[in-house]
């Protein structure tokens, strides 16, 4: 008799037999998911393995992973990919390895192309990722309530062939991910370079890879499971001097003809804003994917990864608990001719605790900031009772996930001003919707909340360590961080970020990412041809009140600047600015290359400057 049998024949009843119901889930769960024994090793082979066979010796491998998604696997256990291939189904790990034995995958090298036609497909809130909150995302490897797991796959490049979360890390701990290499077979940036233009033409040679077609004069790019027309925002390479930035080009009246294999005319009536020589850069701007996802994780460990392309925000740590990050490449294959490798931001980490560490990574070639780290604020709609407060997510890209626990502290802003007025500690927390939640405190509510005063969790902020890492080829900021505890920036290089290299902001208005800086270090940096301010402290508060931020230290770093400015600053105090080497183009005076405004207890000095 199957499952589906004994569950109608006790459907009707089922309200009168809980007991019977759990025990009828349970064995379902069991019958779905077998224990392995532990220290044995599975075999996959994709090319010439079989899943009627036992799966335990490489003569006898299995040639997906849906047998193996069916265990449980146990400490020591090993799973070996023993040849490159072609997934349609994803790896699904649910996997109890301990500190001593941990569970081991591995995979030899190779490429592995994986398809979302099979795949796992889950749907997840993700934070600034939501403009298609029901769709449900393709997965390739998904590592879902495991614990001491290692991914191995040095020399393995695992390729997408079409939009999918390239890993997911779902309520697990002690995970490490190394030497993995991440691709697209076709990217969903499209490329093009500016071969030649005219007063009413410009010659475009697209980039082989970003396939397209041409009816009735008009352009689509087309991919692997989607296809749109050529959108308003563009980014612009300059080859010459290295330099991405944003820019809109109206499509409309654009008219194309082929003129040769990836040759192609556009006619306009007025030039939108091609230029010759330039590479040009253009996606979809709907948000609807992430490239490696980790939501409510803890002891991550990503080391020697490649990622030569992600699709969606990039690769977001979402309400995880210590995590690092050691030698992440973010680069096109350099065999390709690509000048793009991430869709939005490369590292993107959302109310997160614990330490976080980068290092000795290259972050290049993105369609916005490099790094980016926040809280988020929720805004206070109502006071229902002494000891609860209806709070709601107020961003259309940010809302949906779980932001609160029972036992976590909170920090109650005024909006206007961006600072602390009182804290409290959840005991109770109700999901009323994707948006709102019903919170019931320790203590009563402050008497004097304003309308659009929001709150902060305050026991998810991560202390911060950035080091020995090169942005590169970034069209907005180098690194963005905002959170209150330590947070320290040193030994990297920002190679010409269109933005400043390094900002602290703060905001309750637009994006909503808090929250504020209480202790930054920032030194032992180059900043080269970045964006002015080089570095820009900036909380968007519309009223002083005092300070915002507190206790920032930027010394001994050497700035290279485009222009006059090196450091903007509001409504911060403690700044101290010292032992620098201000290298400008143009006579550099130091009282004006600083500009500070409601900004108190600033010291400047052992600062040089040369030409």
Avoid at 3 to 9: E, H, K
Avoid at 178 to 183: F, H, K, R, S
Avoid at 408 to 418: G, V
Wanted: with cysteine.
């Amino acid at each position: 008799m199957n499952a589906a049998t004994i569950f109608y024949i006790f459907l009707p009843d089922m309200k009168n037999y809980r007991p019977l119901l759990l025990l009828f889930i349970f064995w379902l769960i069991l019958a779905n998911h077998v224990m392995a024994r532990d220290k044995t090793t599975w075999y996959i082979n994709p090319q010439n393995g079989n899943d009627q066979n036992t799966g335990t010796n490489s003569r006898h491998a299995w040639k997906t992973f849906a047998p193996l998604n069916r265990l449980t696997l146990s400490a020591g256990n090993q799973v070996n990919i023993i040849a490159p291939g072609d997934f349609h189904t994803s790896l699904v790990l649910n996997a109890k390895g301990s500190s001593a034995a941990h569970v081991t995958v591995n995979f030899t090298p190779g490429v592995y192309n994986f398809y979302p036609d099979g795949a796992l497909k889950k749907q997840f809130q993700i934070s600034n990722t939501n403009d298609v909150p029901n769709g449900m995302k393709a997965i390739a490897l998904y590592v879902n309530n495991c614990r001491f797991v290692d991914i191995k796959a040095q020399g393995a490049k695992i390729v997408l062939r079409g939009k999918m979360i390239e890993t997911c890390v779902d309520h697990s701990e002690n995970i490490c991910l190394d030497g993995i290499t991440y691709d697209y077979y076709r990217l969903t940036v499209s490329e093009l370079q500016v071969v030649n233009t005219g007063e009413h033409f410009a010659d475009l040679k697209i980039h082989p890879e970003s396939k397209y077609s041409i009816k009735d004069s008009l352009l689509t790019w087309q991919g692997e499971g989607w296809q749109h027309k050529p959108f308003w925002l563009w980014q612009i390479l300059d080859p010459q001097t290295d330099d991405l930035q944003r820019t809109d080009i109206a499509m409309d009246g654009i008219r194309y003809a082929e003129t040769g294999t990836n040759l192609v005319r556009a006619y306009f009536k007025k030039n939108p804003g091609f230029k010759t020589g330039l590479i040009y850069q253009n996606r979809d701007v709907i948000r609807d994917c992430s490239g490696i996802f980790m939501q409510r994780s803890k002891n991550i460990n990503l080391k020697n990864i490649r990622i030569n392309f992600m699709h969606g925000m990039g690769v977001v740590s979402q309400f995880c608990q210590n995590i690092r990050m050691d030698r992440i490449s973010v680069r096109p294959d350099p065999a390709s001719g690509r000048t793009c490798a991430a869709w939005a931001d490369i590292l993107h980490f959302s109310g997160c605790r614990g330490n976080i560490e980068i290092s000795n990574s290259y972050l290049s070639g993105a369609n916005d900031d490099a790094i980016n780290i926040h809280g988020t604020y929720l805004r206070v709609i109502s006071t229902t009772k002494p000891r609860q407060v209806l709070v709601r997510f107020m961003h259309n890209q940010t809302y949906g996930f779980d932001a609160f626990t029972a036992g976590d502290s909170i920090a109650f802003i005024h909006a206007e001003t961006l600072r602390e007025y009182s804290s409290n500690v959840i005991t109770q927390v109700q999901k009323v919707n994707d948006k709102d939640f019903l919170l019931t405190l320790k203590k009563p509510v402050p008497t004097s909340i304003n309308p659009t005063d929001v709150i902060e969790n305050t026991t998810w902020t991560p202390q911060v360590w950035i080091h020995h890492d090169t942005v590169a080829r970034i069209p907005t900021r180098g690194i963005l961080v905002t959170s209150r505890r330590k947070t320290v920036i040193e030994n990297t290089v920002f190679l010409h970020p269109h933005m400043s290299g390094i900002s602290i902001a703060n905001d309750a208005a637009s994006w909503y990412e808090s929250g504020m800086a209480k202790n930054v270090t920032i030194r032992h940096n180059q900043f080269i041809q970045c964006g002015e301010p080089a570095i820009i402290i900036c909380p968007e508060n519309t009223r002083s009140d005092g300070p915002v931020h507190q206790n920032i230290v930027i010394t001994d770093n050497r700035f290279n600047l485009q222009g006059l400015h090196v450091l903007s600053a509001k409504s911060t105090s403690g700044i101290i600015f010292n032992n620098n080497t201000i290298k400008a183009e143009k006579a550099f005076d130091i009282k004006k290359g600083l500009e500070l405004k409601d900004c108190v207890d600033v010291k400047v000095s052992g600062n040089v400057v040369g030409h």
